[in-house]
Each structure stands twice: as C-alpha cells, then as structure tokens.
C-alpha cells in the first residue's frame, strides 16, 4: 500500500470563514452575517470565549491493556455500554443557540433480538442500517435490511462491529482477534471479506495495534484513524482508497497526533472528523481543500463529529449539562438530540435523505436508535 501525508490549513475563525460548506453564509459588504449564519458563529463564539482547558485529565492508558482506556471509550461501540453520565437533564441554555429546533420525522429504538445491548453506527441511501450486538458475553455486528437482521463475524474473529456501509452495500468495520492486542479493519464486498488494517513496520503482524475504520464512501473510500499507543500521542486520521493510503494528523498537548476521521461525503471532497487538543477535550472538525474548520457545541469543551452526508450535514456529540448529547449540524446551527428518559444520546451516521442513527442509553441498557426525515 502507498502512504502519504496531507497538508492542511487550519481555517481563521473569521466570521466568513466559520462554515465554507454552508449555502448564502458569505459576508455581506457591511460585515454583517447573514441572516441562517448566526447560529454557527454563536456555537464557535461559546467555544473560544472559554478558553483552553485546563490539564486535570491524565493521557490515555495503553491501547493493549485496556480497550476502553480514557477517550476510546467513544470509539469502540461496546463501550458505549458503560458510559454513566451524571445527569439526565436536558440544558434550557442550549434553546437559543439550537434555535428550539425539533426532529420532524419518526424515532425508531433498534434491538437484536436476544442481545444485552445493540448500537446503530451507519446507515446508507437505501435505509441499510449496520452496526454492533452483544449476546452471550460475545460482540457480533450487523446489517439491518428491510427489517431483517443479518450477524457479521469476520471469520477467525473473537468480536466484530460493523461500522459503515454504502450504497452499493460494501461495509467496513473492525474485529479482534484472542491473543492479538488492539483492533483490526475489515471490508465486506460481495459477500467477502478482506482485511483493511493499516500496515506497520513494527507492530503486531505488519498491523499498525489499532485500526479503526469507520465510514466507507460511495466510490469505495474508506476513512478512520489508526494508531499504537494512544489516541493522545500517535493517532492519524486516514483515507484509503484501494492500495493508496492518505494520513493525516493533528496535534494535542501531548504528541504530534490526536486525530480521527469519521466521515466522508461522495468523491472525498469534504471529510468529518474529531481531534483530542488536550486530555479531557475533544473538538469536531471538517477537512475540504485542505482547510481544516473547527466545530464545537454550544458551552461544549468536548465535541465529536461522527459523519457528515452530501449537504454538508453533520452529526455527531457534545458534552454539555452534566451529560451526552447527540447533534446535527447544518447552516440553521445546532439540532440536540437527546432520546426521551436516556441518559445519554450519540449520532454516528447520517444519509444522503437525513436519516440519522445512533446509540442511546437507559436503565435497560444500550440500544441503536434511527431517526428517519
């Protein structure tokens, strides 16, 4: 496989330049923002008036001594099951910044039969629906088509998590093999399967310890993060397209790379993603002509940008009131989402039509949610 890095810019936070993807947010001749582009700059605004975190959080323990060590608790969907917020309660501040937005269409809970707990990661313009499944102590993706759910189990695998999925019905994912520390990428195309794990002179196998695919685009492009010790210190969005691999990276306090690609629209013009600037803080970012802009919820230190489809519409989380959000973002700014009695709501994919799905929490344990427009 070929490798190479990007370079990028990190775009001014100029009012005209907060959200480039955004249809009639450009600055008129009095320097006045248009009327649909407040919102946007009031979400960054709250971000930048408060200034850097301070560095109370220890860095992330070793990627093969604890899955689910610090902020991989976000990446790895089983351990979504253990996130325990402390609070339930929706915050009243976030109305005007979300302009009292609502989610017209209908929500939908999604739960394997027989499954401890179940997690919706992607979706595609045919409704296709692929994700993650625990029964009897063992983690199994899976395709949800036409409400039949077909089990995923990369062959030789110990878990599997389906991640994304295509038009064309090709999906990514990851899997972990019993002896073997990290995780591992898969590609199911046609009924086979092929290991995408991103190569490394020195690690385990010729295998960077993880890879995280996450999305795969319509032509084929599969996007993630791959790293070895952890996500604070060396971890590299990528984009791997066939035998050719583009990284890219971001830095935090603590190394030269903290970066994840988590979206990507058709033809890879604009991709979605997360950095970890710090321990404890986490900002949404998306990637076009090597520009990179920030994304940050509203009075959030701790933003996720999961998928983004092909109107530029993003979704993702944001820590904000004492809990988990999910959002969605687009040139009306800020749509919270928060499933009815859970303690906490994240977004990880969204369709070309707007269908959102994601993963939420309650007393009865984890479960996948779709809302569909």
């Given at each position: 496989?070929n490798?190479?890095?990007?370079?990028?810019?990190?775009?001014?936070?100029?009012?005209?330049?907060?959200?480039?993807?955004k249809?009639?947010?450009?600055?008129?001749?009095?320097?006045?923002?248009?009327?649909?582009?407040?919102?946007?700059?009031?979400?960054?605004?709250?971000?930048?008036?408060?200034?850097?975190?301070?560095?109370?959080?220890?860095?992330?323990?070793?990627m093969?001594?604890?899955?689910?060590?610090?902020?991989?608790?976000?990446?790895?969907?089983?351990?979504?099951d253990?996130?325990?917020?402390?609070?339930?309660?929706?915050?009243?501040?976030?109305?005007?910044?979300?302009?009292?937005?609502?989610?017209?269409?209908?929500?939908?809970?999604?739960?394997?039969?027989?499954?401890?707990?179940?997690?919706?990661?992607?979706?595609?313009?045919?409704?296709?629906?692929?994700?993650?499944?625990?029964?009897?102590?063992?983690?199994?993706?899976?395709?949800?088509?036409?409400?039949?759910?077909?089990?995923?189990?990369?062959?030789?695998?110990?878990?599997?998590?389906?991640?994304?999925?295509?038009?064309?019905?090709?999906?990514?994912?990851?899997?972990?093999?019993?002896?073997?520390?990290?995780?591992?990428?898969?590609?199911?195309?046609?009924?086979?399967?092929?290991?995408?794990?991103?190569?490394?002179?020195?690690?385990?196998?010729?295998?960077?310890?993880?890879?995280?695919?996450?999305?795969?685009?319509?032509?084929?492009?599969?996007?993630?993060?791959?790293?070895?010790?952890?996500?604070?210190?060396?971890m590299?969005?990528?984009?791997?397209?066939?035998?050719?691999?583009?990284?890219?990276?971001?830095?935090?306090?603590?190394?030269?790379?903290?970066?994840?690609?988590?979206?990507?629209?058709?033809?890879?013009s604009?991709?979605?993603?997360?950095?970890?600037?710090?321990?404890?803080?986490?900002?949404?970012?998306l990637?076009?002509?090597?520009?990179?802009?920030?994304?940050?919820?509203?009075?959030?230190?701790?933003?996720?940008?999961?998928?983004?489809?092909?109107?530029?519409?993003?979704?993702?989380?944001?820590?904000?009131?004492?809990?988990?959000?999910?959002?969605?973002?687009?040139?009306?700014?800020?749509?919270?989402?928060?499933?009815?009695?859970?303690?906490?709501?994240?977004?990880?994919?969204?369709?070309?039509r707007?269908?959102?799905?994601?993963?939420?929490?309650?007393?009865?344990?984890a479960?996948?949610?779709?809302?569909?427009?």
């Amino acid at each position: 496989m070929n490798a190479h890095a990007i370079n990028y810019d990190v775009a001014t936070y100029l009012p005209s330049s907060i959200w480039p993807f955004k249809k009639g947010c450009a600055m008129t001749s009095g320097s006045a923002l248009k009327k649909g582009c407040v919102a946007a700059f009031l979400g960054l605004a709250l971000s930048l008036a408060a200034g850097p975190l301070p560095l109370t959080a220890q860095a992330t323990d070793d990627m093969s001594e604890d899955m689910c060590a610090g902020e991989m608790v976000w990446m790895i969907g089983w351990c979504l099951d253990t996130v325990m917020p402390g609070d339930s309660v929706e915050v009243a501040s976030l109305a005007a910044e979300s302009n009292d937005r609502t989610h017209a269409g209908p929500f939908e809970s999604i739960n394997v039969p027989n499954a401890t707990a179940t997690r919706a990661f992607g979706i595609n313009p045919q409704g296709d629906i692929v994700g993650s499944y625990t029964a009897a102590g063992r983690t199994h993706g899976y395709l949800l088509r036409a409400g039949e759910v077909t089990t995923i189990d990369y062959p030789g695998s110990s878990s599997t998590e389906a991640w994304g999925i295509n038009a064309r019905g090709d999906i990514i994912g990851r899997y972990t093999v019993t002896g073997r520390p990290g995780t591992l990428g898969f590609l199911l195309s046609r009924g086979r399967f092929t290991d995408v794990s991103i190569p490394s002179a020195t690690g385990p196998g010729g295998k960077h310890v993880i890879t995280l695919p996450t999305k795969i685009g319509a032509s084929g492009e599969i996007v993630g993060c791959f790293h070895d010790a952890n996500n604070l210190i060396d971890m590299f969005g990528y984009v791997q397209r066939d035998g050719d691999i583009s990284t890219f990276a971001l830095p935090s306090t603590l190394g030269p790379a903290a970066a994840m690609h988590n979206g990507i629209t058709p033809g890879g013009s604009i991709v979605a993603g997360l950095v970890f600037p710090a321990p404890g803080r986490a900002r949404g970012y998306l990637l076009a002509n090597n520009v990179v802009t920030y994304l940050d919820g509203p009075g959030s230190v701790n933003t996720q940008a999961w998928d983004v489809n092909p109107d530029a519409v993003v979704v993702g989380q944001y820590d904000a009131g004492g809990r988990t959000h999910a959002f969605a973002y687009d040139e009306n700014g800020f749509l919270t989402i928060d499933i009815p009695n859970s303690s906490m709501t994240v977004a990880r994919g969204i369709n070309p039509r707007g269908d959102i799905v994601g993963v939420y929490n309650d007393a009865a344990g984890a479960h996948g949610f779709v809302l569909t427009k």
